[in-house]
């Protein structure tokens, strides 16, 4: 029976990890295709993955002082168009409405792609005296960006995100909310979704169209590769300047604001299918799985064993854990296989043997441990505390892959080795040159993740340029 | 000092309620106008009234067991064609996106109106046999409906909304769905809205296009005139045959499933207003206020005021209370009639006087009565037992405006004075025929707003036609 308990085989993850992805997100019904070629469908499980990501988050930042709005969905083609970066670096990937109740319209739409124009003219109009500050809004919606090649979650014509949008008195004040949102990123991703990361800032090149700096939090992914997986945007007063955003201070003078912008959006999702994802599917993270348990019940006619599960999911029920018995006609193996294709963190299994003794099996997804535990009163804690110690299991695994694919290199000629066979990140010193970085980009295909600004040593040298180097910069393989 | 209270004074309901409602919008920051026309913006204090709605709907949708998904924002043109009356219904109001990545797009895409293509051609795929059945999907979101003219949250070009789209494998299911999700919107409007509603179904002429049957819940507003406030179809199965969602049956038949799909809005928004409201501003139940209590301290300079404030504010917080203080420079009335404005459902006031005597002043918004209470520990409870009173009173009030605004008339020519005069809707029996609605419409530009099927008395007769009576309807004049 063992040969036939999948429906249907995956691709094994190190055969073809791009295959494998794709399989994982159509079988874990976490997405489908629909006939609009990239945009995708999110299915209930993983539309609930999602929803778990934003309660946490939205708890979190509204912990920090912000509050939620709701811009338009369309954005006209002459506001986009105030800030000449900003414009400049989205205007290629745009989708635009051109017709409105069957007429042409004069100024044509653009569907948003990022709204910071929009809420940059409101708050021109909103903001008058220091009073009046800061103004800290986030706005949960989908945007829009014409993309030419897409994959599920990655790289999408349509995503689901969040856009945090701030402006401030003091440059001080703006620069530590960008901070601020990006360790809430970092916090989202370690307590949540257990994933560390490597954070630090854009380079020129690399950030934000119309920022100042961007700060970015990177993935590393199991097949070696690296995922931006957030950022965060110091603007200083670009849009403020073009937009007039301007207050009357305690001093009685005119000043424009200084603004902050920063999301996190549904590649999140592939985030955590890549890092933590095994030839048998999915691998969730308890605190982010729609479902954290599920009880399968062994020989369910026999007397009692339905009962007991029923019974057994009450009392986690009652705890506040995502529990379900999976009671459908379907043979043990098979709902083994469907619960660990969906990665569910923990399976228990009761069965008629098990009644006797009052207990039940407990198996964990990450690491296919089991154990057998007393069914009494104490059960509920010891899951709870069971999904504590697999998630810091998955982060510790998680953490050690990323250090084992943090390569030191100071040899330019050996960055395509390190690529090609370890992959991961080099970390490696920088002038600070955009010339240095173009380097490495078209001898390797790596691109720079981010950098640390002034923390190369004193007799620190640029592998790419030979001149003395500044800061310390990280180059991946991305998606 | 009592004249100045006010920074902006609003026109007064009796005088013009339309100037009125557009004034409480913008002076409670419910929202604010954008630079594309018909589009508005979602403030803080609005978007957190929709926050609740949200919580309470979603709830309620997975307790009758829904699943969250998010379908694309954009469709097809060729897609919203496969239903005949469906895309006659939306044609004329779609916003259309005919340029992608700055080439122009041979089949353009719809900005969805509404959602019944995509998720009929995602049915189609997914559902199989019954063992797939039913499928009871939601989806939050926003959707685009070219509009002439606007009025914020009543009619708008983009409102935001929920959808749901269930299939089911018998009409009688489906068909019970249909009612039981009616049934939770007037849940919704009863215990969270305290609004009172007429049900029932839709006429031909009024009914969704594409449905068989919509049964509808109709709130009465204020000033007499009517607010469709949401929306329940039964398709039988018209998409189903459009789209080819078949499933393989237990009798090993292929057959058609029966679907529905229901939806509510911001228009909720716009009726808690117009119900509710008065001369100084909103007026908002305490279960959909973001803001359930404010303490507003008197003379909060002089020793221990603040303190008292704050000391009552977390004992309230820890019942899970909406509280905040307003410790402002601004005066205390100033904060009272920012706090009316708002609508915030209980005010506590508390002074050098209060301290001694171990009291607060609790006034409540939508009666203006004052109590006086002790603070100790039974204060929360108290709180919380008043803001039940209080959704209570306001129930029962507006169900007392609607009773007075049924007017039972068997007379057509006495019609137009009904509405002139009473407002609200008349009541009378109905032949059933489409030119008797469209007599009502041209003479009297009144709508048939819901009618009960077969409940006329043996000897009624249609007051439009003199022919006998079928069905008792509701005509009136509508938002």
């Not at 173009?438 to 640390?452: F, G, H, L």
């Given at each position: 029976m ?18 494998w ?19 995708i ?8 993955m ?10 979190r ?7 939620n709005v ?17 414009v ?14 069957q ?7 653009i569907?948003r ?8 003219e ?9 009073r ?18 897409t994959?599920?979650f990655?790289?999408g014509?349509?995503f689901?995100?969040?856009e ?7 440059e001080?004040?703006?620069r530590?909310?960008?901070l ?6 970092v ?9 560390p ?8 090149r ?6 100042e700096?961007?700060?970015t ?13 957030g ?10 300047k073009?937009f ?11 000043k424009y604001?200084y ?19 095994d030839?048998n599917g ?5 605190r ?6 599920v009880?399968?019940?062994?020989q ?14 009450e ?31 923990v399976?228990?299994?009761v069965?008629p ?13 990450n ?18 505390a069971?999904?504590d110690q697999?998630?810091n ?13 943090i ?18 990140y080099?970390?490696?010193?920088w ?11 078209e001898?390797y295909?790596?691109t720079s993740r981010?950098y640390e ?7 620190d040298?640029?592998?790419c340029?030979g001149?003395k180097?500044k ?6 393989r991305?998606?």
């Amino acid at each position: 029976m063992a040969k036939n308990i999948k429906n249907d085989a995956i691709t094994s993850r190190d055969d073809d990890f791009a295959q494998w992805y794709t399989d994982v997100c159509r079988k874990a019904e976490l997405m489908d295709y629909s006939s609009v070629k990239g945009f995708i469908i999110y299915r209930p499980y993983g539309y609930a993955m999602w929803e778990q990501i934003q309660q946490f988050m939205d708890r979190r930042f509204k912990e920090t002082g912000h509050e939620n709005v709701y811009m338009p969905m369309l954005i006209p083609e002459s506001l986009l168009q105030k800030e000449k970066d900003h414009v400049e670096g989205f205007a290629p990937e745009c989708a635009v409405v051109t017709r409105g109740g069957q007429n042409e319209l004069e100024d044509p739409l653009i569907v948003r792609p990022t709204s910071e124009t929009l809420f940059s003219e409101h708050y021109a109009k909103i903001v008058k005296s220091y009073r009046d500050l800061p103004k800290k809004y986030n706005q949960w919606c989908s945007v829009v960006r014409w993309e030419k090649t897409t994959r599920p979650f990655l790289r999408g014509s349509e995503f689901l995100w969040q856009e945090g949008h701030t402006v401030h008195a003091t440059e001080e004040e703006a620069r530590a909310e960008t901070l601020q949102m990006r360790d809430v990123y970092v916090e989202t991703c370690k307590d949540l979704l257990a994933i560390p990361l490597i954070t630090g800032r854009k380079t020129e090149r690399e950030k934000f169209a119309g920022a100042e700096e961007t700060y970015t939090i990177e993935a590393l992914m199991h097949d070696g590769k690296v995922l931006q997986s957030g950022t965060s945007h110091y603007f200083g007063q670009g849009f403020a300047k073009a937009f007039g955003i301007q207050f009357l201070d305690k001093d009685n003078k005119q000043k424009y604001i200084y603004q902050t912008s920063w999301g996190a959006s549904t590649r999140l999702l592939g985030a955590i299918i890549m890092v933590h994802g095994d030839d048998n599917g999915l691998v969730l993270p308890p605190r982010v799985a729609p479902t954290q348990v599920v009880i399968v019940p062994i020989q369910q006619q026999k007397p009692g064993v339905l009962d007991q599960a029923n019974k057994i999911c009450e009392s986690l029920k009652a705890k506040g854990i995502r529990v379900k018995v999976d009671d459908s006609d379907k043979s043990p193996g098979w709902k083994f296989s469907e619960a660990e294709m969906r990665g569910i963190p923990v399976r228990i299994e009761v069965g008629p043997r098990d009644l006797e003794k009052g207990v039940c099996v407990v198996a964990k997804r990450n690491d296919g441990v089991k154990d057998t535990m007393t069914i009494d009163e104490a059960l509920p804690e010891k899951i709870i505390a069971l999904m504590d110690q697999i998630h810091n299991e998955m982060y510790a695994k998680a953490e050690a892959h990323l250090k084992a694919h943090i390569t030191e290199s100071t040899n330019f000629d050996e960055f395509g080795k390190i690529l090609d066979t370890v992959g991961g990140y080099i970390k490696t010193p920088w002038c600070g040159d955009d010339a240095c970085e173009v380097k490495v980009k078209e001898a390797y295909q790596a691109t720079s993740r981010c950098y640390e600004p002034n923390e190369a040593k004193e007799d620190d040298v640029c592998p790419c340029c030979g001149k003395k180097a500044k800061h310390i910069i990280y180059y991946a393989r991305a998606y």
